[in-house]
């Protein structure tokens, strides 16, 4: 059982093969479904491609309590997240618009035009965490997901205005 505590004191780093227990944990309580969950190979496979970036955010005095995760593809002049995900134990605090805006900071840091996902449209909580950042829905998916979930398609275009 984790402890919740205030997110002042962790921090963002990438992620190494050390941790991939942890993020795993946490994917299959958020994917309690096998084929929608990403597989460990997926996630060490994050870890060695050179454009991907996969952050995890644990605390500062033990570096051991792993809180919640992010991957993004920095491509070209674009920036695709693929996938965040907060330990229960840890939701409502912050953590996950602090990792997506690291992704868009990163972006931003890159001259890049657009940052995008995609995420189910059922899935209320990430969709309005999205669109409080300034995400809007571009276009639906239909069927993206392998169990044929629809998909929503949302995008934040990096300008000044926008830029937080
Ligand atoms: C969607 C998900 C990533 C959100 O993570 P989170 O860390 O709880 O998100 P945040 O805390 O940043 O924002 C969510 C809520 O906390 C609130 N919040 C933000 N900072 C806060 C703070 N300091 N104190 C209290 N609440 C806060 C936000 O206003 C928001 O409130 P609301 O949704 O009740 O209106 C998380 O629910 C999750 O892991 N879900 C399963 C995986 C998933 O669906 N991932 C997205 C796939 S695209």
């Not at 919740?4 to 479904?33: M, Q």
């Amino acid at each position: 059982m984790v402890q919740a505590h205030n997110d002042d004191t962790l921090s963002v780093r990438p992620a190494s093969d050390d941790d991939l227990g942890a993020v795993l944990a946490i994917e299959r309580v958020c994917y309690p479904e096998p084929c929608i969950a990403w597989t460990e190979e997926a996630f060490r496979q994050e870890i060695e491609k050179p454009f991907s970036n996969f952050l995890v955010l644990t605390d500062d005095a033990t570096d051991t309590i792993l809180t919640g995760y992010i991957v993004f593809w920095l491509l070209f002049d674009e920036c695709h997240i693929l996938n965040v995900a907060v330990h229960p134990d840890w939701r409502g605090l912050g953590i996950a618009t602090r990792l997506v805006r690291h992704a868009v900071a990163a972006a931003v840091k890159k001259d890049m035009k657009r940052v995008f996902l995609e995420v189910r449209k059922t899935n209320t909580p990430a969709v309005e965490l999205y669109q409080r950042l300034g995400f809007f829905v571009d276009h639906v998916k239909p069927t993206f997901y392998e169990n044929g979930d629809d998909a929503y398609f949302m995008v934040l275009y990096l300008n000044k205005s926008n830029v937080f």
